[in-house]
């Protein structure tokens, strides 16, 4: 049988006769005299498309056999007609070309082996021996992309036993060996399908890099994918600098200025909520048992609160913030006392859970806010009830 992505890797149709058509479970297995399907093998998925009206699911090298599924039966003898998915094709020829590329140079610089590589739907992942810093990965993206630039041709030879050479490879190989050459950069034994020239590869982007066993693990991105990829980044960048008023090229520079300020705004709402929360405990400062409704005061507001008000009012304090419909969070507290007991009895009343230490706790109860009140008026505590301000920021 005739491997005509081999002969011709940029062949898209073709007509081949049907040598045999078996029912399998996901449909038939079709083999023909010749084929321009490459099947899944080296790391590249296999091509689809179609054999006359039946579409070809999956092609897989079985022994030498290419073996395409489809998903309707082929009569046997009959001469059909073969048209791959030329877009995805060329996209893994890309994607393809560029891994050997990427490979080549760091193999060629560090010594890094390739010993993973996988071709995803989206990223391209490649695993290297070594560990790799950003540094090294960005000069290897500019050596490789400068080969794009040369045009450099794609070479395919075999392996002449008699006059060895060094080729990369995962594994030691037996039998005929096929070369794939991109002169200067490097030689691989790959049973892929390949690019006529480098400058059909068009890009290559390294996007990140990391730890993986013993080495790492770089995400890639070439030709169309690696265009598409960018134009959003670019999209995404240009919306970034237009919200933040900055040019595109200093919109890192300017989100630092922007985090900064905002770390002094919260710093500055800190001190402000402090001196508010002060301010309303003196308000109530010798009242004796207190129960508050605050809006908007979460934990850590919510316990300073209560604390500032049990240091003035002269009893217990009670403060919850919430709403009817999702409950409140609690903070009691008495100075030196030991608000445990009515902890235990709030809980139990209203659904609630929390404590704390014998003179401070906090917790929640699922209650609305009259039945809060009505826990307090039925457990004898003589409360001011005091209705909150706003605190968010
Ligand atoms: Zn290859």
Redesign the pocket.
């Known amino acids: 049988m005739k491997k005509l992505y081999y002969e011709n890797p940029y062949l898209q149709e073709f007509d081949a006769r049907v040598v045999s058509c078996t029912p399998v479970k996901n449909g038939f297995a079709v083999t023909l005299d010749q084929t321009a399907f490459y099947p899944e093998g080296?790391g590249q998925p296999c091509d689809i498309g179609t054999l006359d009206c039946a579409n070809v699911t999956d092609v897989q090298d079985v022994d030498g056999q290419i073996i395409h599924t489809c998903d309707c039966a082929l009569p046997v003898g009959a001469t059909v007609h073969g048209k791959i998915d030329w877009a995805r094709r060329f996209d893994l020829m890309q994607q393809?070309s560029g891994e050997?590329l990427v490979s080549g140079v760091v193999h060629a610089r560090f010594g890094y082996d390739n010993v993973g590589f996988h071709m995803g739907s989206d990223v391209i992942t490649i695993d290297f021996s070594g560990i790799l810093t950003r540094e090294q990965l960005a000069s290897v993206e500019r050596t490789v992309n400068e080969a794009i630039w040369q045009n450099l041709p794609c070479e395919i030879t075999y392996l002449d036993r008699n006059a060895p050479v060094f080729y990369r490879s995962k594994k030691e190989l037996t039998g005929e060996v096929r070369l794939?050459r991109f002169p200067g950069m490097d030689l691989?034994a790959?049973c892929?399908t390949?690019v006529r020239q480098t400058g059909e590869i068009g890009l290559v982007k390294l996007l990140s890099c990391v730890k993986f066993h013993d080495g790492v693990r770089v995400e890639m991105l070439c030709g169309q994918r690696a265009y598409e990829y960018l134009s959003k980044i670019v999209e995404q960048n240009h919306r970034i600098s237009g919200l933040i008023s900055a040019k595109p090229d200093q919109t890192a520079q300017e989100v630092e200025r922007i985090l900064a300020e905002q770390r002094q705004t919260k710093y500055r709402l800190v001190g402000c909520q402090n001196e508010l929360l002060q301010i309303k405990a003196q308000a109530l400062s010798g009242r004796g048992n207190v129960l508050c409704f605050e809006n908007d005061l979460s934990g850590d507001l919510l316990r300073r609160f209560a604390d500032a008000v049990m240091h003035q009012c002269g009893g217990i304090c009670a403060v919850f913030s919430g709403s009817d419909a999702a409950g409140y969070h609690y903070a009691i507290g008495q100075l030196d006392g030991d608000v445990r007991t009515l902890v235990k009895s709030l809980n139990a009343a209203l659904s609630g859970r929390g404590g704390g230490k014998p003179a401070f706790a906090q917790g929640a109860v699922s209650a609305t806010q009259s039945e809060i009140a009505a826990f307090f008026a039925e457990y004898g505590m003589n409360v001011t009830a005091q209705q909150g301000a706003n605190y968010a920021g």
């Open positions: 080296g393809h050997h794939v691989c790959c892929g390949h």
